[in-house]
């Protein structure tokens, strides 16, 4: 058995934060990377109690967390309805989840589109929030419903940007959309999720779980998504792996569907297409904690995870170019918020394309001149996501 074989991670989104879902094995949403591994912990106190001799009293073991380094490859559910395999592993990252939805449209007057605008029909009131910049030439409008529902003939006339068109049919299916939960309730259900890591006839398993999340993409290759999932240590002791044959789909899910490549990536910053991006990371940091509170119910006195959000980033490494070209330099000094884009996966590979968009990232310093092979001057970015409210970056799997 090669290294990596023997492990598994499960997950569920509780109904009650905090309190652990029963795992089957549904629950196990993708191949772990071979070097995916738990770190469970506890807390060692020391009662410093005098014991008239020179031995030490035992030390009391306090409450018990764990935390779960998992990684993967990016796939997708290989069509526009079904929901993606990850779909409970980005809600743990505090994202909510909806489907999405495409209204085709005729010429663009005013535009584009931007990234997370509001867009409402008349006559319908339908409304909806923007996934991807839409210019004129553009067929369709992708969107995550709001209220109401648009509607053929429909005016779409968009908040921000103040652009119009014509719809020329109804909305369609648009595969999978998320975006950052605004402010969570962690009193309710929605984002906890119940997480057991499997590995050589051990298991760990957590309670009341968030997460963080770095994606990397790396030209001609796959993303990898790397999470950090933490909270309370439910349990630990022996037990098999799930057996993937007695899946609902008789095996991981997205097996079969082929790992997309970065490659044809669109990528823009502020309306400028670089050339020679090798790799890209976007880092959504939560700072996951498991939190005590001597009220829970739970005899380890864990409530659940809390988070800290910190400034979600996406740094770039691409060919330098002539200030004439695009002037870094006065867009960091600008301190303006500009639209940044990025889609990985094949053009009419549905259900396999994953797109990444804010219209609300800044240039942060440095800029970072360097050389990478074979010799080409290049030059890091890094960008800080600043978004108003729930818009610092969308998601669509389409």
Known sequence: MAKGDNIQFAAEIEAAPGTAETLVVDDVPVRLGA???PQPEYDLIELNEATGVDSKAPDLIGAGRVTFPVNYVLRGPGDLVTVPAIDDLLRGC????????????????TGPYVVGELITGSPSGGTGR????????????????????????????GGTSGATSTSSAGPIDGGRAYRPVRIPDLSVSGNHLTCRFLRDGRQWTGRGCLGDMTLAFEAGGPCRISHNFVGALHSEGDAALFDMATASGGGYPERSVVVPKFLTAALKIDGFAPTGIREVTISWPTNPQAIADANSS??????????????????????????ATKDWAATLKAGLAIPFELTHGAAGAAG?????????????????????EPNAAAETLTLGLTGDSDDDMFIWQH
Do not use: C
């Open 35 to 37: 070097d995916s591994n």
């Open 94 to 109: 505090l994202f909510s989840s909806a489907a999405a939805k495409t209204i085709a449209i005729g010429a663009i007057t």
């Open 130 to 157: 923007v996934l991807q910049q839409t210019a004129t030439g553009a067929a369709s409008i992708p969107y995550l419903p709001v209220t109401g529902a648009l509607a053929s003939g429909d005016t779409i006339t």
């Open 298 to 323: 739970a005899a380890d006195g864990i409530r659940q995870a809390d988070y800290e959000r910190a400034r979600p980033e996406i740094t770039l490494t691409i060919d330098q170019n002539s200030a």
């Open 352 to 372: 396999t394309r994953w797109t990444f968009a804010s219209n609300g990232a800044q240039l942060r310093p440095p800029i970072a001149p360097n050389v990478r």
